[in-house]
């Protein structure tokens, strides 16, 4: 099943919205994020993992891709595990789909905890010039 989630990345001072897809589907187990992620977005798959596992929830033992859009973009930093591990468990069933007005933001402890997350004023300030309805954000970035 595809699910689709928003999150922002930095460019520059300003932010830009990214698009999270998932796709779960059959096969063998396998986890892929695509879409020009750096190091630290490719370390997400462990975090994510971990955390969904810690939360009490069911990490999907099937095939994940996650698409990073737009591609040509290049996504840095670990602001994108909060926007994929809720993609996962919307595309696995274990979370409502909402509608494409919500924009998710923070990097995952592996206990399922949201850490702080650099450049949330800029991404915050875009996500209310694009009509979001809402933003989450770490408790520690909520002021």
Known sequence: MLTKVKTCAI?????????????????????????????????????????????????????ITVNLAPADLKKEGPAYDLPIAVGILKSSGQLPSDEDTHLYLGELSLDGGVRHTRGILPMVALARDEGFAQVFVPSADAK
Request: hydrophobic share 45%.
């Open 11 to 63: 460019v520059g001072l300003e932010g830009a919205i990214v698009e999270v897809e998932v796709d779960i589907s059959p096969g063998l187990p396998a986890f892929n994020i695509v879409g020009l992620p750096d190091t630290a977005v490719q370390e997400a798959r462990e975090r994510v993992r971990a955390a969904i596992r810690n939360s009490g929830c069911e990490f999907p033992v099937r095939r």
